[in-house]
């Protein structure tokens, strides 16, 4: 049975970073990870996504130069690094899986339940 499960979200004042950890099970051939968010009244909206692998990356422009997501295969967790936090950063973060990739929610099957990531003074 898949299960993700995210941590590290909380408040950081602008300018600040966060790491956030997506820890998963169960996804069997379900190995492209991402990771998107949703403000509110907003669409959600991809952030990042990595491979298998690990060896291939994307980012959307948003975010691109300042977060980084990286992946421990042996510990079967992504991770999203998170450095100069902007206010319009502020969002709900969820991580997904999926077997194509990419940054269209569309192509993901596994959500976790998010975790909230507040950049504020």
């Known amino acids: 049975q898949a299960h993700i499960e995210e941590s590290g979200g909380g408040l950081v004042q602008p300018g600040g970073s966060l790491r956030l950890s997506c820890s998963f099970s169960g996804l069997t051939r379900y190995n492209e990870i991402g990771w998107f968010r949703q403000a509110p009244g907003k669409e959600r909206e991809g952030v990042s996504c990595?491979?298998?692998?690990?060896?291939?990356?994307n980012y959307g422009d948003s975010v691109k130069g300042r977060f980084t997501i990286s992946r421990d295969i042996a510990k079967n967790t992504v991770y999203l690094q998170m450095n100069s936090l902007k206010t319009e950063d502020t969002a709900v973060y969820y991580c997904a899986a999926s077997r194509l990739g990419g940054l269209d929610r569309k192509n993901y099957r596994f959500w976790g339940q998010g975790t909230q990531v507040t950049v504020s003074s």
């Open positions: 990595i491979s298998s692998s690990g060896a291939v990356t």
